[in-house]
């Protein structure tokens, strides 16, 4: 089982709907999680990070933690063409350096 | 200030051929790691620096040696390329390894190993 899982997609969503992200994580000492957002041939962005249970909300995004189910999700408001991109989920541990622990990533395609 | 930059952009090696990626941060950040990205296979972790004068290994670090030359620069060096070293890399930092731990990523050298 890998560490942080995510559906590699692609997901296809139409202009102005929401799009839901999924992220499973295997380890129950993870105590920070992020959401990076990739477009193709550029570097990850940090968009989203939550550090306890519930929703966090920013702008259009909002992050959700469940550390009981050991899943993060991001929801993405009036999805719009600009959102096409990869998302990738990170974790990391306390005292652990600062390592993140990556999933594969969830290509988005957000039609017009 | 540049945030994390990165030399070279792109580069193509001949199996064998030695080179060192170069990564500094103005961000006046402790903490610095590399990482390589495969097609579907998300970000590895290769070698990090807690702090200066301090590298530790990561998930795949076989084939890498990195040095932490001062607080800003951090560089990952190929000391024989093979082609399962070809990969995107980028490098990272943050402020500090505390629980809030927010990295930041430099723009990426693209590496192809013949």
């Known amino acids: 089982q890998k560490e942080v899982e995510q559906n590699s997609g692609p997901l296809s969503v139409p202009e102005g709907a929401i799009a839901s992200l999924n992220c499973t994580y295997s380890?129950?000492?993870?105590?920070?999680f992020f959401w990076y957002r990739q477009y193709s041939g550029k570097s990850p962005e940090l968009i989203m990070s939550?550090?306890?249970?519930g929703d966090k909300e920013d702008g259009r995004f909002t992050a959700q933690l469940n550390k009981a189910s050991q899943y993060v999700s991001l929801l993405i408001r009036d999805s719009q063409p600009s959102d096409s991109a990869t998302y990738l989920c990170?974790?990391?541990?306390?005292?652990?350096?600062?390592?993140?622990?990556f999933g594969q990533g969830t290509e988005l395609s957000v039609k017009p | 200030n540049a945030g994390v930059t990165q030399t070279p952009k792109f580069q193509v090696l001949k199996t064998g051929q030695s080179m060192t990626l170069q990564c500094a941060q103005d961000m006046n950040h402790n903490s610095m790691y590399w990482y390589r990205q495969d097609p579907g296979m998300g970000l590895r972790l290769i070698y990090y620096s807690a702090s200066e004068g301090t590298t530790d290994k990561g998930e795949v670090p076989n084939g890498y040696n990195v040095s932490r030359l001062n607080k800003r620069e951090f560089s990952l060096r190929l000391e024989s390329a093979a082609p399962s070293q070809t990969s995107v890399y980028f490098c990272a930092s943050i402020r500090d390894r505390s629980q809030m731990v927010e990295q930041y990523f430099g723009p990426g050298t693209r590496l192809t190993v013949t």
């Open positions: 939550i550090y306890s249970n």
């Open positions: 990170a974790v990391s541990r306390v005292n652990q350096g600062g390592k993140l622990i």
């Open positions: 380890d129950r000492g993870s105590q920070s």
